[in-house]
């Protein structure tokens, strides 16, 4: 089975803070993502990455910085954390083997909550 | 630009009883995918049923099947047999292909919140 693990379940941080977000995979994933959710806007795109060490912008990514340095960890960097950014987090990874399909296995969820 | 639509933000179900849950798309390009995903109220999204453009058969998972009609541009979600486990936000989503052909991202729909009641 698909195992990705996040760091957190929660966090709460204050406005100002650098805040990491760490994200584990175990199936040799190539693909990585970063999305956040937030009630009545589904889920928003902020950040993947194809490879270790290459990262793309989503549809997101003001405020966010991302970094792959290993192939099955992917991180979400806020600099400096706002409350804006209060929001569930959601990591997911695929396989590009599976190009015909590229369903993407989730995390559990970090739920950020900045004051 | 490629967008899903989910346009029941809730539904009730009485356990046992089928339920459909309604996902329309719109897209240009003539190769893509549907899927559904399941999230508890746990966070954790958890993948159901895949749907490609091109397969000729509704695809179906156990209780779970999708009601491909592409000329309508419609993948609505069948769950069979409602339990009370299916209590949780259901989201579609649609690949959409990236320049460059690294990889793909998904979009996603709004979602809809099942509720199965005994």
């Known amino acids: 089975d698909v195992k990705v693990t996040q760091s957190s379940r929660y966090l709460v941080k204050r406005t100002g803070e650098k805040v990491f977000l760490e994200c584990v995979q175990d199936?040799?994933?190539?693909?990585m993502f970063w999305y956040r959710q937030d009630p009545g806007l589904g889920l928003r795109l902020i950040y993947f990455s194809y490879d270790v060490k290459m990262k793309e912008k989503g549809d997101i990514p003001e405020g966010y910085s991302v970094s792959r340095e290993k192939k099955e960890r992917f991180s979400l960097i806020l600099e400096s954390a706002s409350t804006n950014q209060t929001s569930m987090y959601l990591c997911?990874?695929?396989?590009?083997?599976?190009?015909?399909?590229?369903?993407?296995?989730f995390g559990p969820g970090t739920r950020l909550t900045v004051l | 630009a490629q967008k899903i639509t989910q346009t029941q933000p809730g539904m009730f179900v009485q356990e046992k009883e089928a339920v459909t849950l309604d996902c329309t798309y719109d897209?240009?390009?003539?190769?893509?995918?549907l899927f559904w995903y399941k999230q508890p109220s746990s966070g954790e999204m958890i993948f159901l049923i895949y749907q490609g453009s091109y397969d000729q058969q509704n695809a179906t998972e156990g209780r779970y099947s999708l009601n491909f009609q592409k000329a309508r541009k419609s993948a609505n979600l069948v769950i069979s047999a409602s339990q009370l486990g299916d209590s949780a936000m259901y989201f579609c989503?649609?690949?959409?292909?990236?320049?460059?052909?690294?990889?793909?991202?998904?979009?996603f729909g709004t979602g809809t919140l099942l509720a199965v009641q005994p």
């Open positions: 997911a990874s695929s396989s590009r083997l599976a190009a015909s399909t590229d369903t993407q296995y």
């Open positions: 897209t240009s390009d003539p190769s893509y995918g």
């Open positions: 199936m040799d994933h190539e693909n």
């Open positions: 989503a649609m690949r959409e292909r990236l320049g460059g052909g690294a990889t793909n991202k998904l979009i």
